[in-house]
């Protein structure tokens, strides 16, 4: 079959409804400019400290308001691969430095803007492209002079809060100062020596009551959860985690049991609670102060837990459990039982404390 002479309208015939055809290289690429244009006229809005908040609405029915660029392009569904690749020049802003999001989007949206003038007046994209080329090596030699100020030494705390202040000024917080000498201060204590910050090795545990000036930065992990028994603190702990039940094995099937007396059935049920005080106790042995478990807490391995002094903590998150590993350096475990010394971690506090009328337990280190 041939195309010749009704090619668009057969091919347009061929295309599901809705769709739009454009002939020769410039038509798709105007039409690719203005995909983007129009994304970043969106966002413009929402630039810099005095920026409007959007409402987003996604496809699961959720709405944000919020003015940051990166959660705006991911709640969108943009189809067109020219604006696509825009949000992913945005993503990559946001893994790779954590700020100027909106900025990406917002230049390359001017960049397009005027390289569709230059294009329509003759120029092909090419010669834009080496243009641009030649302002970017250009702008790379003028920035260092239009610099106002300079952080030397990230590690100095009053450096480190002027950083933290600018990021923070686009968002209208009444106590932007305090809170950020309490972030300079957490991003402190985690930045390791050589290598890239882990922005997930900073936490916030929001807890309802008192005011923003209360706020204190923790060397370990808070979290809003009581403990499982009576022990409430351990110092200088060994800690075991474990992604298991701390609780007696299930199979995975069911399963008949014959029991033909009643000592047989006594000897069945003690069989079941000697065992889990023997995995209990050979916890305990290895110097274990403090349990971690990321499902339930059985009420006879409670039972045993309180007899050989343990402190049991419960984080059905797995998340949290990953955290905690993190933390106290420890490896966690998918069975009940007794720890090697490489799988145990290190934590100089664990304690249960109580802010307004929320319990929290707090690894310290």
Request: with cysteine; aromatic share 4%; net charge negative.
């Amino acid at each position: 079959m041939s195309f010749r002479g009704g090619a668009p309208t057969a091919l347009s015939q061929m295309l599901k409804e809705g769709s739009r055809h454009f002939q020769g290289v410039d038509e798709a690429l105007f039409r690719s400019i203005e995909a983007c244009v129009e994304l970043a006229r969106s966002l413009a809005s929402a630039y810099g400290p005095n920026g409007l908040n959007k409402m987003v609405i996604n496809h699961l029915e959720k709405l944000s308001v919020t003015s940051d660029a990166a959660t705006i392009l991911n709640q969108l569904e943009v189809q067109h691969p020219a604006a696509k690749l825009l949000v992913m020049a945005s993503q990559m802003q946001e893994a790779e430095v954590g700020d100027g999001t909106n900025a990406v989007v917002l230049l390359a949206g001017a960049l397009l803007e005027n390289a569709e003038e230059l294009v329509r007046t003759g120029l092909t994209p090419v010669q834009v492209a080496e243009g641009y080329q030649l302002a970017l090596k250009k702008a790379l030699d003028l920035l260092p002079e239009l610099s106002v100020d300079e952080i030397q030494d990230i590690r100095n705390p009053e450096q480190a809060v002027k950083a933290v202040r600018t990021a923070m000024s686009s968002k209208p917080l009444a106590g932007a100062d305090y809170l950020a000498k309490l972030v300079a201060e957490a991003c402190q204590a985690v930045l390791p020596e050589s290598g890239a910050l882990n922005v997930d090795n900073v936490r916030v545990c929001k807890v309802l009551g008192s005011g923003l000036d209360q706020s204190q930065v923790v060397l370990g992990m808070v979290f809003k959860r009581q403990v499982e028994g009576d022990i409430t603190k351990a110092r200088d702990a060994k800690v075991a985690v474990y992604s298991c039940a701390v609780d007696t094995m299930q199979t995975e099937t069911k399963g008949t049991v014959l029991i033909q007396s009643a000592q047989e059935l006594r000897h069945f049920s003690r069989g079941e609670e000697n065992l889990l005080e023997e995995q209990i106790k050979a916890i305990a042995d290895a110097g274990v102060k403090v349990v971690v478990s990321g499902g339930k807490v059985g009420d006879m391995a409670l039972h045993y837990l309180n007899k050989y002094g343990l402190m049991a903590v419960r984080l059905p998150s797995k998340f949290d459990v990953r955290r905690v590993c993190r933390v106290v350096g420890a490896t966690a475990l998918p069975k009940l039982a007794a720890p090697r010394p490489e799988d145990l971690g290190l934590c100089d506090l664990v304690y249960l404390d109580e802010l307004g009328d929320t319990p929290v337990v707090v690894f310290r280190q």
